[in-house]
Every structure is written in structure tokens, then in C-alpha cells.
T-cell receptor, first 113, second 115 residues
Framework: GENVEQHPSTLSVQEGDSAVIKCTYS??????FPWYKQELGKRPQLIID?????GEKKDQRIAVTLNKTAKHFSLHITETQPEDSAVYFC????????????FGAGTRLFVKA | DGGITQSPKYLFRKEGQNVTLSCEQN?????MYWYRQDPGQGLRLIYY???????QKGDIAEGYSVSREKKESFPLTVTSAQKNPTAFYLC??????????????FGSGTRLTVV
């Protein structure tokens, strides 16, 4: 069935370093890839997304890359800050398949001051 | 909460009771979803609805029921058949525009505890 694998499950970095989270999807028809950030005890919030007609998208310190051939997409956070500490979820959807989204299992990011 | 409201924030249920979690959105979104999140875990889909009066089972629908009588509302009932209901429940909504889908807007969640 449809699946999104996310790695690593836990990531610890020093403040100011970069963090990279990687996801792989199984359904080659997927064409929309959002990323969500969930702080402790709070709701997930959309932080960035990318569509299959784009290879990279950047928003300040956050960037997402997509490799359709490898069915692989990644989140890059540069100059990490303690407030970046949270759980990050990747997801994959296909516009032709209605609204259903498949989520990765999440990555817990710790940014040490 | 960004146009999608869940209530209550905390809910306590006695064993054998049914309880209903409320989810209301004023975003005019077509689709609504219910997810369950256990401590330190990811999001598991319970039910989703793409249109009024229609809904589909997700991966863990057993012991839960939903209705979608209005576009704005998608309540979730946790029945006594759900043997391990203690969890954090998240409602979400999403929409399409000219065939393009957009990310989810989540509610602030309901934390359900069986006592």
C-alpha cells in the first residue's frame, strides 16, 4: 500500500548547525508534499510544501527538495535555533486521488543551545 | 484556532461510555479528517470525509464513528468498543482550488483519558 518513510526518528544538533530530514514515498503518482511542525502538546502546523513540478523551494531558513525519480524529498533547516525543537512530519498526497494524505512517522528534532 | 475548533480540550471517559468529540471549521473546506496520536507517535487516520453526507474509514476506524451532516462539522464518537481510547485526537480540514490540493489546517486537539 501507500507508504511514506521518514528518517531519522530523532535528530540532535547544536544551535547554528543545519538539520536535514529525509522522506521516501511509495506512490509515484504523489505530487504534493507538505511538511508540518508540531511543538510539544500543540497541533501540527504546515511550515512549507512543494509540488511535483518544482525541484526545490525555500522560505527563509527552511528549504525542501524533491527528487521525483528517486521518490525522495527532504527538509533542510539552516542556522537552527532552540525554537526549532519540535517533531516534524513529512507527507505525500496526489491531487487526482482526492484529499487523502499519507504521513511519515515523524522526526523529533532537538536543538541544543 | 486558525478557523478550526475542537472541543473539549480535555475529556475524561469512564469505561463503557461513549463520548463525542466536536470539530467545527469556518474555512469553507470540503474535506475533514480525524487523527489519533499516541505519546511519542505519529498520526494515524481514523476517518475522513471529502463531502457532506459521505465519509470513509481510515487505518484505525474500529471503535469509532463519525457523521458529516454539515460542511462545517465533523464530530467523532469514541464508542465503548474502542478498547484503548486514551490518546490525543486531532481534527483537520483541507481544500482544493482549481484542482490543486493544499495542506491541512489542524485543530488544537482533544486529549481523551479513560478513568
Amino acid at each position: 500500500g501507500e507508504n511514506v518513510e521518514q528518517h531519522p526518528s530523532t535528530l540532535s544538533v547544536q544551535e547554528g548547525d543545519s538539520a536535514v530530514i529525509k522522506c521516501t514515498y511509495s506512490d509515484s503518482a504523489s505530487n504534493y508534499f507538505p511538511w508540518y511542525k508540531q511543538e510539544l502538546g500543540k497541533r501540527p502546523q504546515l511550515i512549507i510544501d512543494i509540488r511535483s513540478n518544482v525541484g526545490e523551494k525555500k522560505d527563509q531558513r527552511i528549504a525542501v527538495t524533491l527528487n521525483k525519480t528517486a521518490k525522495h524529498f527532504s527538509l533542510h533547516i539552516t542556522e537552527t535555533q532552540p525554537e526549532d525543537s519540535a517533531v516534524y512530519f513529512c507527507a505525500a498526497s496526489k491531487e487526482a486521488g482526492g484529499f487523502k494524505t499519507i504521513f511519515g512517522a515523524g522526526t523529533r528534532l532537538f536543538v541544543k543551545a | 484556532d486558525g478557523g478550526i475548533t475542537q472541543s473539549p480540550k480535555y475529556l475524561f471517559r469512564k469505561e463503557g461510555q461513549n463520548v463525542t468529540l466536536s470539530c467545527e471549521q469556518n474555512l469553507n473546506h470540503d474535506a475533514m479528517y480525524w487523527y489519533r496520536q499516541d505519546p511519542g507517535q505519529g498520526l494515524r487516520l481514523i476517518y475522513y470525509s471529502q463531502i457532506v453526507n459521505d465519509f470513509q474509514k481510515g487505518d484505525i476506524a474500529e471503535g469509532y464513528s463519525v457523521s458529516r451532516e454539515k460542511k462545517e462539522s465533523f464530530p467523532l464518537t469514541v464508542t465503548s468498543a474502542q478498547k484503548n481510547p486514551t490518546a490525543f485526537y486531532l481534527c483537520a480540514s483541507s481544500t482544493k482550488n482549481r484542482g490543486r490540493i493544499f495542506g491541512y489546517t489542524f485543530g488544537s486537539g482533544t486529549r481523551l483519558t479513560v478513568v
